[in-house]
């Protein structure tokens, strides 16, 4: 059966080209690129080469540019070492819709005491702002607020945020994870202080991640015990991965017009047809402002669990808001921080492409998606007949 | 991705015994939309007081849809004492087994049972009854149905009552009391409670302040979970007046319990002689 993945939020593809590039470093150029020798020390203008692509992506310089484990370190690293660095147990501003490894990293400082603001978004999905200004006070030290959301793909306006949080005096962190690749960012216009991003939504294969950091930007290591990455985060640099990370980067950037035109081509498709075969549906969160491959739609009366079951059943991937697919018993929080009712929040279903989905992948998902919604309803006790 | 069982796959592509029975001798309900899933069931007796035709409808995720399949199937053919017999235990068994965080799902299957042999018997109550106290207030578990699990199923921890019965998997604030039910039902000693430190005399001013911080500290995170929060109205003598927002302010359980929720927490940190009432703002 063929696979049909339409779950590139969660992951990706491994591109072909950056498997390639890994390749010699597994085989050939294994050497540690600290070492005096030279099979060793060869290595390091490799990296050197990968940061200056990662780096280029989003034009920083390349030494801003910080290699982590993943996407999730990226984010501890920033919020722990910026509020390491501020010292004391500063206050912290955030949204409620943030992925978990930002949520749960200021909830854990609160523990250790640390006020948070939790920013609420409207049933779109978006901030006011207003909201932000009068949150942040005098002991400020990080605010971090994703740039476009993974559940809804909807995309918040980080160029103003940072101006206001700038102007505040307090450092900007930005989760990126989900926007990087799919559309232009730039340091240079937007002055965030630390960015977030992963491999793995890019192209290259789980555990590799970096960490844009400002110049002058004062941020504490996560992770102590060597000199790599100009002492900002010790361990042997991982350089396959590294290599990988930059290929993925440069490849980025000539898939961004491919992401903004043929599959935001495809996602709009995907979304009229379900929109126009399926009664009792709707879109999650704001539609103007939203990355270009994701669509999150709620089927009424029915569960999303059920929905990707018997998708799977056609070798359709994609993922759901609902309780059941986490092992939690609610709802996703984003779902619950936009309001969203229960009746379709438990229904919810994204869908997120990318550059290597056609449009017989559309046409399979509509194809398949009015059946299993009927015969999902039919079994509801909500749906009258 | 879950472990399910063959049967449970198939009971849930092909469910058995699936629709509304119109004129049927005794219809349960139980679940709600909000809770992630429900479960509507209907049977109807032949003559000599045996189950001839029993049909459902779920709304739930795959092992929902496939426990309510697999009750049909096991109750078809009983007599109304054998059917009230059937423990979630059976239908999990019938499935070749449930995954743990999943066990609610049968649980569920059995109390649509009770409820619509209730409903054959005495006429009345469609609805799975809340019977007893709400321990659990985001999902409407109550004493009485956590310790009928506890003992059908032999639950020794919190996190198998949560997969049974889903309490305490909301906010998490009633799993201390959970464990305490686990402890009486199971009969072993329940562990004595670190004293409580003695209620000081609070001035007025030290006791706003003390219900402020409680609200901001213990409470406003539980309802945040929910989308919801609170608001302080105002404190006349031993009255806390507040108004509840967001998702709580609907939530089918605000009048009986989100009060209940407060002014427990307020009265375990600020004063014994709290009483919370709601104002509409």
């Known amino acids: 059966m063929k696979n049909i993945y339409l779950d590139n939020n969660a992951t990706t593809r491994v591109a072909p080209e950056v498997r390639d590039a890994m390749m010699p470093f597994f085989d050939e150029f294994w050497g540690n690129p600290s070492s005096m020798h030279t099979f060793g020390g060869q290595v390091k203008k490799y990296i050197d080469q990968a940061r200056e692509q990662v780096a280029e992506l989003i034009n920083a310089d390349p030494s801003e540019i910080v290699f982590t484990s993943c996407g999730s370190e990226s984010d501890n690293m920033a919020i722990h070492g910026a509020v390491e660095a501020a010292g004391g147990k500063p206050h912290i501003i955030t949204t409620r819709v943030e992925h978990p490894a930002v949520l749960a990293v200021c909830q854990y400082l609160q523990t250790r005491g640390c006020s948070v603001t939790e920013l609420g978004v409207d049933s779109q999905g978006r901030l006011d702002l207003d909201e932000l200004k009068k949150a942040l006070r005098p002991d400020t030290a990080i605010v971090s607020i994703m740039w476009a959301n993974n559940e809804t793909g909807?995309?918040?306006?980080?160029?103003?945020?940072?101006?206001?949080?700038?102007n505040a005096g307090a450092v900007m962190h930005t989760d990126a994870v989900q926007i990087i690749g799919k559309f232009p960012v730039d340091v240079k216009k937007t002055p965030v202080d630390l960015l977030a991003l992963s491999g793995h939504k890019l192209h290259t294969p789980k555990g590799i991640g970096a960490l844009y950091i400002r110049k002058g930007t004062r941020i504490n290591p996560l992770i102590l015990g060597g000199h790599q990455e100009g002492g900002k985060r010790?361990?042997?640099?991982?350089?396959?991965?590294?290599?990988?990370?930059?290929?993925?980067?440069?490849?980025?950037?000539?898939?961004?017009?491919?992401?903004?035109?043929?599959?935001?081509?495809?996602?709009?498709?995907?979304?009229?047809?379900?929109?126009?075969?399926?009664?009792?549906?709707?879109?999650?969160?704001?539609?103007?402002?939203?990355?270009?491959?994701?669509?999150?739609?709620?089927?009424?009366?029915?569960?999303?669990?059920?929905?990707?079951?018997?998708?799977?059943?056609?070798?359709?991937?994609?993922?759901?808001?609902?309780?059941?697919?986490?092992?939690?018993?609610?709802p996703s929080h984003v779902m619950r921080a936009m309001g969203v009712p229960f009746t379709a929040a438990h229904g919810s279903i994204r869908f997120s492409l990318s550059r290597y989905s056609t449009e017989d992948d559309v046409t399979a998902v509509l194809e398949h998606i009015p059946a299993i919604v009927n015969r999902l309803r039919e079994l509801s006790p909500f749906v009258q007949k | 991705?879950?472990?399910?069982?063959?049967?449970?796959?198939?009971?849930?592509?092909?469910?058995?015994?699936?629709?509304?029975?119109?004129?049927?001798?005794?219809?349960?309900?139980?679940?709600?939309?909000?809770?992630?899933?429900?479960?509507?069931?209907?049977?109807?007796?032949?003559?000599?007081?045996?189950?001839?035709?029993?049909?459902?409808?779920?709304?739930?995720?795959?092992?929902?849809?496939?426990?309510?399949?697999?009750?049909?199937?096991?109750?078809k053919g009983m007599t109304l004492d054998e059917a009230a017999k059937v423990t979630n235990q059976d239908i999990a068994e019938f499935l070749g087994g449930l995954p743990e965080q999943k066990m609610h799902c049968s649980v569920m299957g059995r109390e649509a049972l009770e409820a619509a042999i209730d409903n054959y018997r005495t006429g009345k109550k469609v609805k799975h009854e809340l019977a007893g106290r709400v321990v659990c207030t985001c999902f409407g578990v109550t004493e009485t149905e956590i310790e009928?699990?506890?003992?059908?199923?032999?639950?020794?921890?919190?996190?198998?009552?949560?997969?049974?019965?889903?309490?305490?998997?909301?906010?998490?604030?009633c799993k201390g009391?959970?464990?305490?039910?686990?402890?009486?039902?199971?009969?072993?000693?329940?562990?004595?409670?670190?004293?409580?430190?003695?209620?000081?005399?609070?001035?007025?001013?030290?006791?706003?302040?003390?219900?402020?911080e409680t609200i901001e500290k213990n409470i406003q995170p539980m309802l945040r979970q929910d989308g919801g929060s609170l608001d302080l109205i105002d404190v006349q003598a031993n009255r806390v007046l507040v108004s509840f927002r967001g998702t709580c302010a609907q939530c089918r359980m605000a009048e009986v319990t989100m009060k209940d929720v407060v002014q427990a927490q307020l009265r375990e940190f600020v004063s014994d002689d709290l009483i919370v009432e709601e104002v509409k703002p």
Request: glycine share 8%.
């Open chain 1, 154 to 166: 909807v995309i918040f306006p980080i160029d103003e945020i940072s101006e206001i949080v700038k």
């Open chain 1, 234 to 330: 010790a361990g042997t640099e991982n350089v396959p991965y590294i290599v990988g990370l930059g290929k993925a980067c440069e490849l980025a950037a000539n898939f961004i017009k491919d992401e903004n035109t043929r599959v935001k081509s495809l996602r709009d498709r995907l979304e009229k047809g379900i929109l126009d075969s399926c009664p009792d549906v709707r879109v999650n969160g704001n539609r103007e402002h939203r990355l270009p491959n994701t669509t999150n739609i709620s089927f009424e009366y029915i569960e999303g669990e059920s929905i990707l079951l018997m998708l799977d059943e056609f070798g359709i991937a994609a993922s759901s808001g609902s309780a059941c697919t986490s092992g939690s018993l609610e």
């Open chain 2, 1 to 75: 991705m879950w472990d399910y069982t063959d049967k449970v796959k198939d009971h849930f592509k092909n469910p058995r015994n699936v629709g509304l029975i119109p004129d049927a001798d005794g219809v349960g309900e139980v679940g709600s939309l909000a809770c992630g899933d429900a479960l509507k069931l209907t049977f109807k007796l032949d003559k000599t007081g045996r189950i001839a035709e029993v049909k459902f409808q779920t709304f739930g995720c795959a092992s929902a849809i496939a426990s309510s399949s697999a009750l049909t199937e096991i109750v």
């Open chain 2, 148 to 173: 009928r699990v506890i003992r059908d199923n032999k639950l020794t921890t919190v996190e198998q009552v949560t997969n049974y019965t889903k309490a305490g998997g909301g906010c998490g604030g």
């Open chain 2, 177 to 212: 009391e959970i464990e305490k039910i686990i402890a009486r039902v199971r009969g072993t000693a329940v562990q004595p409670p670190p004293p409580a430190p003695a209620k000081k005399l609070l001035t007025n001013l030290q006791k706003i302040k003390l219900i402020e």
